[in-house]
């Protein structure tokens, strides 16, 4: 088992050096001027090496949020009550210790890995492929049923878009001092909405749903 411990740990640290470097590299030069061999070359593994860790180019960008991929499931997989309570304590909390994910966050570091993602069209078509799975992960924990897809995809586009809606606020020079009480205001508002048009009358999914 410690051996075990041990591969996965160190493959790990792979992924992170890797993912590391290869964000260094393109937040300087730009994501479409860096190549794969680049940042192969930069990491100190062959080429064949890094594909093996990330299928896509756009993967080593990606990996420094795959920790939250499938997040809205486990929130709700883990909560006792409405699925949209769980998720509205969720993301409030994620407001209050300016998680990145909510866009509340203005580390300079934070907001240049956000320009880099959201300004360069292959990594938003894939960070939407991860969102797809997200959704579907969700729809699965509220039933899996049409009802509950429809559920899902409403939840996580009010997450996602109060999430773009801080970081628009935050990349324009706004302090998260300043955009922090809009933004729980209207993720209250936000939820408020979720909560009601998914009311037990209309039998979704994300009412139905029990632990």
Same mark, same amino acid.
């Given at each position: 088992?410690?051996?075990?411990?041990?591969?996965?740990?160190?493959?790990?640290?792979?992924?992170?050096?890797?993912?590391?470097?290869?964000?260094?590299?393109?937040?300087?030069?730009?994501?479409?001027?860096?190549?794969?061999?680049?940042?192969?070359?930069?990491?100190?593994?062959?080429?064949?090496?890094?594909?093996?860790?990330?299928?896509?180019?756009?993967?080593?960008?990606?990996?420094?949020?795959?920790?939250?991929?499938?997040?809205?499931?486990?929130?709700?997989?883990?909560?006792?009550?409405?699925?949209?309570?769980?998720?509205?304590?969720?993301?409030?909390?994620?407001?209050?210790?300016?998680?990145?994910?909510?866009?509340?966050?203005?580390?300079?570091?934070?907001?240049?890995?956000?320009?880099?993602?959201?300004?360069?069209?292959?990594?938003?078509?894939?960070?939407?492929?991860?969102?797809?799975? *997200?959704?579907? #992960?969700? /729809? !699965?924990?509220?039933?899996?049923? =049409?009802? +509950?897809? %429809?559920?899902? &995809?409403?939840?996580?586009?009010?997450?996602?878009?109060?999430?773009?809606?801080?970081?628009?606020?935050?990349?324009?020079?706004?302090?998260?001092?300043?955009?922090?009480? *809009?933004?729980? #205001?209207? /993720? !209250?508002?936000?939820?408020?909405? =979720?909560? +009601?048009? %998914?009311?037990? &009358?209309?039998?979704?999914?994300?009412?139905?749903?029990?632990?």
């Amino acid at each position: 088992m410690s051996e075990i411990g041990l591969r996965e740990r160190k493959k790990q640290r792979m992924y992170q050096v890797v993912s590391d470097i290869a964000i260094r590299l393109f937040l300087e030069r730009g994501f479409d001027a860096v190549s794969v061999a680049e940042v192969a070359a930069a990491a100190e593994i062959s080429k064949p090496t890094l594909f093996r860790y990330f299928p896509a180019k756009e993967d080593l960008v990606l990996y420094r949020i795959a920790d939250h991929e499938g997040e809205a499931a486990r929130v709700v997989a883990e909560a006792e009550g409405e699925p949209v309570d769980a998720l509205r304590r969720h993301f409030l909390q994620g407001l209050e210790r300016s998680d990145p994910v909510t866009g509340l966050n203005d580390d300079p570091r934070v907001l240049a890995f956000h320009g880099l993602l959201y300004g360069t069209p292959s990594l938003v078509a894939r960070a939407h492929t991860h969102q797809e799975r *997200d959704e579907a #992960a969700l /729809a !699965e924990v509220l039933g899996g049923d =049409l009802d +509950a897809r %429809l559920a899902a &995809g409403q939840i996580m586009a009010v997450r996602r878009i109060l999430a773009m809606e801080n970081w628009r606020r935050i990349a324009a020079g706004e302090r998260v001092a300043d955009v922090r009480a *809009d933004a729980v #205001a209207a /993720a !209250e508002r936000a939820f408020d909405r =979720l909560a +009601a048009g %998914l009311s037990p &009358g209309r039998e979704s999914g994300a009412t139905r749903h029990r632990t």
